[in-house]
Nanobody, 116 residues
Framework: QVQLVESGGGLVQPGGSLTLSCTAS???????MGWYRQAPGKQRHMVAL???????NYADSGKGRFTILRDNNKNTVYLQMNGLKLEDTAVYYC???????????WGQGTQVTVSS
């Protein structure tokens, strides 16, 4: 079983920045990595995805403000978030999806709260 450990969440003022990290217990080289978020009372939805060696794909909500990066050598994916808004408040989850296998793994989530 693969474990994904997220970190970097916290409380930030509107307009501030946070960088989330997600480290896997095994190599991520053969996996698409993604960040999802779930606000209270709402469904979980995709924030950003990145394939191995590829560029990021973003939901409209984060385009121009969020950047997803991966370091295969460290088995880690990052989400750099700038210009945070109140509506970015959510639990952020890391997801790992096999490219050549049906494997799907989720992290436990990290809380991001944007508040003045």
């Amino acid at each position: 079983q693969v474990q994904l450990v997220e970190s970097g969440g916290g409380l930030v003022q509107p307009g501030g920045s946070l960088t989330l990290s997600c480290t896997a217990s095994r190599s991520i080289a053969s996996y698409v990595m993604g960040w999802y978020r779930q606000a209270p009372g709402k469904q979980r939805h995709m924030v950003a995805l990145i394939a191995s060696g590829g560029s990021g794909n973003y939901a409209d909500s984060g385009k121009g403000r969020f950047t997803i990066l991966r370091d295969n050598n460290k088995n880690t994916v990052y989400l750099q978030m700038n210009g945070l808004k109140l509506e970015d408040t959510a639990v952020y989850y890391c997801k790992m999806v096999g490219i050549n296998t049906p494997d799907v793994y989720w992290g436990q989530g990290t809380q991001v709260t944007v508040s003045s």
